[in-house]
T-cell receptor, first 114, second 115 residues
Framework: DQQVKQNSPSLSVQEGRISILNCDYTNSMFDYFLWYKKYPAEGPTFLISISSIKDKNEDGRFTVFLNKSAKHLSLHIVPSQPGDSAVYFCAASARGGSNYKLTFGKGTLLTVNP | GAVVSQHPSRVICKSGTSVKIECRSLDFQATTMFWYRQFPKKSLMLMATSNEGSKATYEQGVEKDKFLINHASLTLSTLTVTSAHPEDSSFYIC???????????FGQGTRLTVV
């Protein structure tokens, strides 16, 4: 049972355009969401997060949108750069609990073409 | 951000031997660390949650006798792959998180190849 879903395994965009990466979740207990970027043979790098009390969080070229009613979040990258090419993982954690466990989606490979 | 250091970055071992991977939080204390495994073109699969001073919590389907986890201090967790077999070859990543509503910090990962 996949609680965090990234239905697009890959996405290709042109440099300078907007990249939109999508993520859906099923667990209504999730209240904190994160996006990570990962290069091959490296650990994931944190990009941006959002808590369920917000519907938008922006950091430079990265903006995360959260639609709680649809259990959907998206990451917008604008303008996209070739260096953004990587696998992007959506992750979520649930309120309560003491172990701060993150549940990850399967990732979306973003390719930004020059 | 906080730094999590993982060692070694890659290791090749013979089938039947054991391999230890270390995960250290360099500038913060982590009462909880997580161990993940990533297969090629697959997601990060949580293997276990490592709790300082107590037993690790393993995810369903992960053999605790094969993947031994020790979290002896607030800055160090180790994962030992015992009696490794070629199917254990994978990319293993650790992470630490200091509190809820914060990001998790990841180590650099360890590429294990069992020959």
């Amino acid at each position: 049972d996949q609680q965090v879903k990234q239905n697009s395994p890959s996405l290709s965009v042109q440099e300078g355009r907007i990249s939109i990466l999508n993520c859906d979740y099923t667990n209504s207990m999730f209240d904190y969401f994160l996006w990570y970027k990962k290069y091959p043979a490296e650990g994931p790098t944190f990009l941006i997060s959002i808590s369920s009390i917000k519907d938008k969080n922006e950091d430079g070229r990265f903006t995360v949108f959260l639609n709680k009613s649809a259990k959907h979040l998206s990451l917008h990258i604008v303008p996209s750069q070739p260096g953004d090419s990587a696998v992007y993982f959506c992750a979520a954690s649930a309120r309560g609990g003491s172990n701060y466990k993150l549940t990850f989606g399967k990732g979306t490979l973003l390719t930004v073409n020059p | 951000g906080a730094v999590v250091s993982q060692h070694p970055s890659r290791v090749i071992c013979k089938s039947g031997t054991s391999v230890k991977i270390e995960c250290r939080s360099l500038d913060f204390q982590a009462t909880t660390m997580f161990w993940y495994r990533q297969f090629p073109k697959k997601s990060l699969m949580l293997m276990a949650t490592s709790n300082e001073g107590s037993k690790a919590t393993y995810e369903q389907g992960v053999e605790k006798d094969k993947f031994l986890i020790n979290h002896a201090s607030l800055t160090l967790s180790t994962l030992t792959v015992t009696s490794a077999h070629p199917e254990d070859s994978s990319f293993y990543i650790c992470s630490a998180r200091v509190a809820s509503y914060t990001e998790a910090f990841f180590g650099q990962g360890t590429r294990l190849t069992v020959v």
